[in-house]
Each structure stands twice: as C-alpha cells, then as structure tokens.
C-alpha cells in the first residue's frame, strides 16, 4: 500500500515504474505487454463477468503479476482518484527516445509544450493516437506523461504510440534534420496565421501546441 502511495503521489519523471487505476487503462497496458508487478481489486472486480473483465483477469494471470483481492476501505485508500474504479496496478513504463517517434513514414508528431495539467497532457496522447500520429513528445515544463492522472486521460494510447520527453530546441533540429516540417499553433489573429483546416497535415510534420493560458511563446513560434 505504500508502495503505490508513494508512486501515485511522489513519482520521479525519470522512474519507471508507473501507477495505473482505472480497468481500461490496466487492461490497454497488458494488451501491450508491460511489465506488470502487482494488480489490487476489489473482490466485485475480480468477480465481474464482462468480457473486458475475463480478458483482463487472463491476460493479468498470464503476465504474472501478482493479484490481490482487497476490500474496499483498502481500494479506497490506494486509489489516488476520489472515487475508486475498484482496481489499481504497478506497472514499468519509461518514455521513448526521440528517435522513434519519425516512423512510418510520412510521420506526423504532436509536440505538447509547456502543458501543465497532466490530465490535458494524456488527453493530447489519446487525440494524437486517434488521428493515427506516429508519436507525442513532451517538450519544456509539460507534465510528466507517466503520472497516473496522465495515463488515466490518455486512456491506454500511451501504450499504442511512441510518446517521448524532449526539449525544443533538440526536437525541432532533429525534424528538420529527418525532412520533417516544424509547424506551430497561435491564436487566431496572430500575424501570419493559417486557419487549420487550410493546413496539409499529412506530414511529414512536428506540430507544436502551447499550454492552457499562453499558448506557445513568441521565441518557439519563430523558431
């Protein structure tokens, strides 16, 4: 109990092993194959006859994991959320190297930067794996995408794309440098501003997007 405690509340950005609550989120990681240490439920959990339930219990027994039946004041007190899901996981995850985010070709890469909130971060995961990018990286000061409220908004696409850490400057030269165009968001009267849907995003692109009240500074848009 501690143990999870301790990952969901004082978790180092360059730890890997990551805490997970939620079925879905636990359930995409084990569809993915990470490593799995320790799976908590609650005994209606471990009980329930949805097919995602059967699926999750088998692959989580298979993965060898260890699994515990906890009751709920136990579930209630691991779970970082104020209303558990009912079960909860230890899990190792560590982000990828920038290298792979360029692939397959014609590569399209979300860059989030400077994104505070972790839960607005995992939600750019989960929005970039649903128009097929090939990778999200984490710029600047955005949240760390192995905490458990970034992997709860990201839903399990975590898991599905490359998603990296980076700093700015070194990712836009390395895009550059793959033939990869550099592309920023801005406010709608920004001079020079492109509607969206005026954009070619079929890549090969890096696309830039700001944090939730200042958007991108004025150094990176001119990058």
Do not use: Y
Request: aromatic share 2%.
């Amino acid at each position: 109990m501690t143990r999870i405690r301790d990952v969901a509340g004082n978790r180092r950005a360059d730890d890997d092993v990551v805490l997970l609550d939620g079925a879905h989120v636990i359930l995409e990681a084990l569809r993915a194959d990470l490593p799995m240490e320790v799976i908590l439920a609650t005994t209606a959990m471990l009980e329930s006859d949805a097919p995602d339930a059967r699926q999750l219990w088998s692959l989580a027994q298979a993965s060898g994991a260890e699994i515990f039946d906890v009751t709920t004041s136990v579930m209630d007190a691991v779970s970082p959320v104020r209303t558990p899901s009912g079960i909860v996981a230890l899990a190792s995850w560590s982000p990828a190297g920038a290298d792979a985010l360029w692939s397959p070709a014609p590569a399209l890469v979300v860059g989030v930067v400077d994104v505070q909130d972790p839960g607005n971060a995992g939600a750019i995961v989960r929005c970039a794996d649903g128009l097929d990018a090939t990778g999200v990286v984490m710029l600047g000061a955005t949240a760390d995408p192995g905490s458990w409220k970034s992997l709860r908004g990201a839903m399990g696409s975590t898991f599905r794309l490359p998603v990296a850490r980076g700093a700015v400057d070194e990712v836009t030269a390395q895009a550059r440098a793959e033939g990869v165009q550099v592309m920023a968001t801005a406010a709608r009267d920004a001079s020079g501003a492109v509607e969206v849907r005026d954009v070619d995003l079929t890549g090969p692109v890096l696309l830039l997007l700001g944090n939730e009240g200042a958007g991108l500074s004025t150094e990176v848009q001119d990058n």
